[in-house]
């Protein structure tokens, strides 16, 4: 799981942070007990917080407040803020160990929540693992809820819609778009094709990037352009260097295919690839656990259809938290506003038509970024003062 501001879906997320990969430690043969999920009917809808560009779900844990949980496939377990756990009394019943894949791991205690309320939907006795996401999240995430609770349910995603979709039913292997995944992984694992190289891969709701690669791929596929420093990734147990390249041929999965995506290469080598939410957006993902089957359905944009009325996109990505530290652009998007308007990666957005950043939250980003405002970019290029206009 990954967060950015990512003004490509004119919403706006702090930080750069990791998959909760689970993967057990201290309590060696530790398997969450995801609890029960219920709903009346046979389907729920689950809204998705619109000021962010993540699938992040209010959630009610008892007490009446809503508090941001963020709906990931690529976590293993549930997590919880400590500082939540603690002052709502859940004892902790074990201990076990949670990080990125490939990469160190943390201490998690291990606390059972009797209940949680969502939209239409309630989770009876789910395990989550505590850790400080508040913190880590810089203040905009109290709890993952992993793929594992919809175990026995269709669950969709419609990143675009601003929706998940929980149902009753199962996918059959017949019908289009589907793609068996491997079960023995706590994370949705799939092979995808990248310029002719099969790649183990993880379907991530939690990551906003686009396709994330093994570094030491980079020396063997084929590439338009040598790869680049990118942003670091600050990922649980540590970060971890991009660097961003075009690939020379084409990425295919479930009969769809993206010819000469922008690719990143992470390093430490997670050891398998990564599809975020930028790709993601593209598709209605529906996934069967009890049957082990992913169903990718493209998404379809023009005149009258859903995405005809919403929010402006500009295509950039920033790294950084509003509210009193820097902006900086960590990417941006070919053929975006962002693209156009001249923005570049490495700049640091100062201020907004006259104002600082830090005065700015992250819902007034969102809004603004995602409206016809005109746009008025104070910027720092390599330590020098620069202006960038959107209309």
């Known amino acids: 799981m990954k967060f950015s501001v990512d003004g490509l879906a004119a919403r706006v997320v702090a930080i750069a942070l990791a998959v909760l990969a689970g993967q057990p430690g201290l309590a060696r043969d530790y398997v969450p007990d995801h609890g029960d999920f219920r709903f009346s009917g046979d389907t729920v809808v689950l809204p998705l917080v619109e000021q962010s560009t993540h699938p992040i779900v209010h959630v009610d844990i008892g007490d009446g407040a809503q508090r941001a949980f963020i709906v990931d496939t690529g976590a293993g377990v549930n997590v919880i803020d400590s500082s939540i756990a603690a002052s709502s009394g859940y004892e902790a019943t074990g201990e076990t160990e949670i990080g990125a894949p490939g990469g160190p791991q943390i201490a998690a205690r291990i606390v059972k929540v009797p209940v949680l309320h969502l939209d239409g939907a309630t989770i009876i006795d789910a395990e989550f693992v505590t850790m400080d996401l508040l913190e880590f999240s810089g203040g905009q995430v109290q709890g993952v809820l992993g793929v594992g609770l919809f175990r026995e349910h269709l669950v969709t995603f419609d990143l675009r819609g601003r929706k998940i979709v929980v149902s009753n039913g199962r996918l059959r292997a017949n019908q289009a778009g589907i793609v068996p995944y491997d079960p023995s992984e706590r994370q949705i694992a799939i092979e995808?094709?990248?310029?002719?190289?099969?790649v183990p891969t993880h379907i991530d709701t939690g990551s906003m990037g686009g396709f994330t690669l093994?570094?030491?791929?980079s020396d063997s596929l084929p590439l338009s352009t040598a790869p680049q420093p990118g942003p670091a990734a600050r990922l649980v147990g540590g970060e971890r260097n991009l660097r961003i390249a075009q690939l020379d041929g084409a990425i295919r999965f479930a009969g769809f295919s993206h010819e000469n995506?922008?690719?990143?290469?992470m390093d430490p080598s997670p050891g398998s690839a990564n599809i975020g939410g930028q790709v993601l957006a593209g598709y209605l993902v529906t996934i069967d656990q009890r049957n082990n089957r992913l169903q990718f359905r493209a998404q379809r944009e023009g005149p009258g259809s859903a995405d005809s009325n919403r929010p402006r996109r500009l295509g950039i990505r920033f790294r950084g938290v509003p509210g009193g530290k820097v902006l900086t652009?960590?990417?941006?998007?070919?053929g975006s506003l962002g693209e156009a308007a001249g923005v570049l990666p490495g700049d640091v957005l100062v201020a907004i038509n006259g104002r600082p950043t830090e005065?700015?939250?992250?819902?007034?980003?969102g809004t603004l970024f995602g409206s016809s405002t005109h746009l008025l970019f104070g910027m720092e290029r390599a330590g020098k003062p620069h202006v960038i206009e959107i209309p």
């Open 359 to 365: 005065e700015y939250s992250m819902s007034d980003l």
């Open 261 to 265: 995506p922008t690719v990143a290469f």
């Open 329 to 334: 652009v960590a990417g941006v998007d070919p």
């Open 214 to 217: 093994p570094a030491d791929l």
């Open 192 to 198: 995808i094709e990248v310029a002719g190289t099969s």
